[in-house]
T-cell receptor
């Protein structure tokens, strides 16, 4: 186990609803990244938070937003859910901004949008 | 633009066979990092190895070995004497450094099934 936890494990929502996913980073890690993994695909970078500020964003619309708290835990919010948002959402934590620092991934939240 | 290609979608082997997972990457950066991750059915990505672009030495860790060849932009992963516990999806990933520590770009993964 990596020490990165995510909640909930599974979630079912309907189109148009909003969802909040949570990630608790490994102790001492101040950077959290979020990835979306559609079925049969590799993870795709959504955004990254470093010391409570967004520090990098992938090709995702503004309805994907996030927060990082003083204890470095993080939330991913998705508004106006679409069917294509159905995926496994992974968060990863590491120390510092350097991408080559080893990242530790959580088990993910599987979101189903009906 | 950076890109990672894992041409093998699924591989099935019998236990104790050797298996090689291919990874080909594209990047304009001269400094970059390559990674391999394992994703068991539980979903969590497990870090296996990181290699920087200046280090072309092959690496062996137990039954795992990696072959990095800049000339062919490949970073292949071999499992020797495969075991059922090796069954998982394996991802190759790339991060460019000079372009500003870009986030990991993953390939689509290779699903490995090891049959007893």
């Amino acid at each position: 186990e990596t020490g990165v936890t995510q909640s909930p494990t599974h979630l079912i929502k309907t189109r148009g609803q909003q969802v909040t996913l949570r990630c608790s980073s490994q102790s001492g890690h101040n950077t959290v990244s979020w990835y979306q993994q559609a079925l049969g695909q590799g993870p795709q970078f959504i955004f990254q938070y470093y010391r409570e500020e967004e520090n990098g964003r992938g090709n995702f619309p503004p309805r994907f937003s996030g927060l990082q708290f003083p204890n470095y835990s993080s939330e991913l919010n998705v508004n106006a859910l679409e069917l294509d948002d159905s995926a496994l959402y992974l968060c990863a934590s590491r120390y510092g901004l350097r991408e080559y620092n080893e990242q530790f991934f959580g088990p993910g939240t599987r979101l189903t949008v009906l | 633009a950076q890109k990672v290609t894992q041409a093998q979608t699924e591989i099935s082997v019998v236990e104790k066979e050797d298996v090689t997972l291919d990874c080909v990457y594209e990047t304009r950066d001269t400094t970059y990092y390559l990674f391999w991750y394992k994703q068991p059915p539980s979903g969590e990505l497990v870090f296996l190895i990181r290699r920087n672009s200046f280090d072309e030495q092959n690496e062996i860790s137990g039954r795992y070995s990696w072959n990095f060849q800049k000339s062919t932009s490949s970073f292949n992963f071999t499992i020797t004497a495969s075991q059922v516990v090796d069954s998982a999806v394996y991802f190759c990933a790339l991060s460019e450094v000079l372009s500003g520590n870009t986030p990991l770009v993953f390939g689509k993964g290779t699903r490995l099934s090891v049959i007893a």
